[in-house]
């Protein structure tokens, strides 16, 4: 019987990951492959022995098959509908589906939700996703009709990378809205997928915008790389008595002060200016930090440099930071890992000759899953500090 996708041989003893469930083939481990394969082709993976292995897309790159199942399966719509609704299911349980307090949420995480490649998240009725491969992007329609199937969204917008846009430009697969105001724990965000950064706002630092709060009521706080200011609100809303946003971004500026404003909130103050800059020269006291910049190392190329950049702009803060104050501090670069950035605070305070001690270890919420098998989904780190 002739198979649908083209099969994918591994080299002898190299089937032991996937043995182990990790959802990555990489190049090394191919010993066979069909000359006519093509970016982003479907493949049935086997291992040396002929024995199946897994399904999964083919992309010419390090990882080389990224895993859709271990069961041999169509990708057809189906398909999508069942992951669509297994991953549903767990953001029921976590009480996020049909929440009246928070109605933005990820819905998809890819491996952690077994869909290597793909990210969507819900803004109330209006959904957002982006691939990060060829060939999740050449199923988005398919994806898109799952959705519509399970959720039944007023818009469904790709923010994924342009150049996969070749024929069909339009990043529109159902409705019009661009934009939308979404609650999280009952505070009020605008949300712009079209013109924000990744599909428009941070779900990922939910629970840490609330755990903010628990140190924010009648003290000074500032806001660093703040974008559209969610770390800000969250502070104001819990009582300080003056917050100040720094991003460089001036729509990050017009978004943050909107959200302010939506919240019915004062004593806020956006700087537009560099980071670095702003450290350097400002005399305030704050009595809490917040440093959420953004990922400093998307590849582990350039894990060297990223160090460095964490390094420089974590010392920088805790040499400004006055005694008994609170930081606030995060990675989101997927190539350093927790262990890494914890050592890079460590060298930082020694840098910056200051006691430190650390009250949370912090990382994304469950909406944002990692599978037991892919520790490399951990890709958000934080530490609250008290610096002394």
């Avoid at 400093?296 to 803060?317: E, H, P, S």
Wanted: glycine content about 4%; proline content about 3%; hydrophobic content about 40%.
């Amino acid at each position: 019987m002739t198979l649908p996708y083209a099969e994918i041989i591994l080299k002898k003893g190299k089937e032991k990951s996937i043995e182990n469930f990790h959802p990555w083939i990489f190049s090394g481990a191919v010993a066979q492959k069909p000359e006519t394969l093509k970016d982003g082709d479907p493949v049935y993976v086997f291992s040396a022995g002929k024995e199946f292995l897994a399904t999964g897309i083919f992309h010419y790159s390090s990882i080389a098959v990224r895993i859709l199942s271990f069961r041999k399966e169509l990708l057809d719509e189906n398909f999508w509908i069942e992951k669509i609704k297994n991953a549903l299911a767990l953001r029921q349980a976590l009480q996020l589906y049909n929440n009246n307090a928070t109605n933005a949420y990820r819905l998809i995480h890819g491996e952690g939700d077994g869909i290597s490649g793909l990210i969507i998240d819900v803004y109330d009725k209006h959904v957002v996703m982006q691939a990060h491969v060829q060939g999740i992007f050449n199923f988005r329609k398919e994806i898109a009709h799952a959705l519509q199937a399970t959720l039944n969204p007023e818009t469904i917008y790709d923010k994924s990378e342009d150049t996969f846009f070749t024929a069909d430009k339009n990043r529109f697969l159902s409705g019009t809205y661009s934009d939308c105001e979404i609650k999280e724990n009952n505070l009020v965000f605008y949300v712009n997928w079209e013109e924000g950064q990744k599909t428009g706002f941070f779900n990922d630092q939910r629970d840490n915008r609330k755990l903010l709060q628990n140190f924010c009521k009648d003290k000074s706080v500032v806001n660093l790389f703040a974008y559209s200011g969610g770390f800000s609100v969250y502070a104001l809303a819990a009582g300080a008595k003056k917050v100040d946003s720094v991003d460089s971004s001036a729509k990050a500026k017009l978004w943050a002060e909107n959200n302010v404003a939506l919240n019915k909130l004062n004593h806020h103050q956006f700087y537009c200016e560099d980071v670095f800059q702003f450290i350097k020269n400002s005399d305030e006291q704050y009595d809490v930090w917040i440093v959420d910049p953004p990922a400093f190392a998307k590849r582990i190329d350039t894990v060297k440099n990223a160090m460095i950049g964490y390094r420089n702009l974590n010392t920088a803060v805790l040499r400004k930071a006055k005694s008994q104050s609170i930081v606030f501090t995060f990675s989101c670069s997927q190539a350093i890992d927790k262990e890494l950035f914890r050592k890079l605070i460590f060298q930082s305070a020694k840098q910056a000759s200051r006691q430190v001690k650390i009250l949370h270890q912090l990382s994304q919420p469950a909406d944002h899953p990692v599978s037991i098998y892919h520790p490399e989904g951990e890709y958000l780190k934080g530490l609250v500090l008290y610096v002394s």
